[in-house]
């Protein structure tokens, strides 16, 4: 078992770039959630998946952000247009079905210069 | 919002001594989950509970079973691979997201 696969791991982009973040969850995982870390906010939820279908994107800004969720293999975080407030670490965890202990994966840092 | 509040902000421990880390939570929480993340930055699960107490080697947990307002993190004999950033994230009755608190900076010295 690889555990939640998150890719790249390090992403660097100019202002007004986009940017999209990919993760790929544990096999046979049916919930897949996505959250930010930076130093001065700490760790916050922005979206989630339960069978592909989105669930609960409250914590997503409502410009610039999307997720989806196309196929059970893997969910991508896309940012449009990115501004140097939007540099993070994109983490992503995945959850059996039924169950609540999420796995994390290693996280995607973006900067934006 | 719900939150989650972690104390102390940061801790240093000798190797070998004992510490607790505390979350208590504004509301009633359904369940907690203790993370460590290492110097990788990679959140590595703890525990999980819904209720009681669970544990695993030097590490023990505790969720408040009557109010639901509080967990906590012993740490037994610490070592020095114990380093590391330890968030608690909790759950209130009718939502899945985890809301994290702001996490506990502990460093074991010789």
């Known amino acids: 078992n690889a555990g939640v696969i998150q890719t790249p791991r390090h992403k660097v982009t100019g202002k007004g770039q986009e940017a999209t973040l990919w993760c790929e969850p544990i096999s046979g995982h049916s919930a897949v959630f996505w959250y930010r870390q930076t130093i001065v906010q700490g760790l916050e939820f922005l979206t989630y998946f339960r069978n592909q279908a989105p669930i609960d994107d409250s914590g997503m800004p409502k410009e610039r952000f999307s997720a989806q969720m196309p196929n059970q293999s893997h969910s991508t975080l896309k940012i449009q247009s990115t501004q140097p407030q939007d540099s993070a670490v994109y983490l992503c965890a995945s959850s059996l079905e039924g169950a609540e202990t999420l796995y994390f994966g290693s996280g995607t840092r973006l900067t934006v210069l | 919002g719900d939150q989650v509040e972690q104390s102390p902000s940061a801790l240093s421990l000798h190797e070998g001594t004992d510490s607790a880390l505390r979350c208590n939570f504004t509301t009633t929480m359904r369940s907690v989950q203790w993370f460590r993340q290492n110097s990788r930055g990679s959140l590595i699960s703890l525990f999980y509970?819904?209720?009681?107490t669970k544990e695993n080697g030097r590490l023990k947990s505790a969720f408040d079973s009557k109010e639901r307002r509080y967990s906590t993190l012993h740490i037994r004999d610490a070592q020095l691979e114990d380093s590391g950033t330890y968030f608690c994230a909790a759950r209130t009755g009718g939502n899945n997201k985890l809301t994290f608190g702001q996490g506990t900076v502990l460093s074991v010295i010789p």
């Open positions: 509970l819904a209720s009681g």
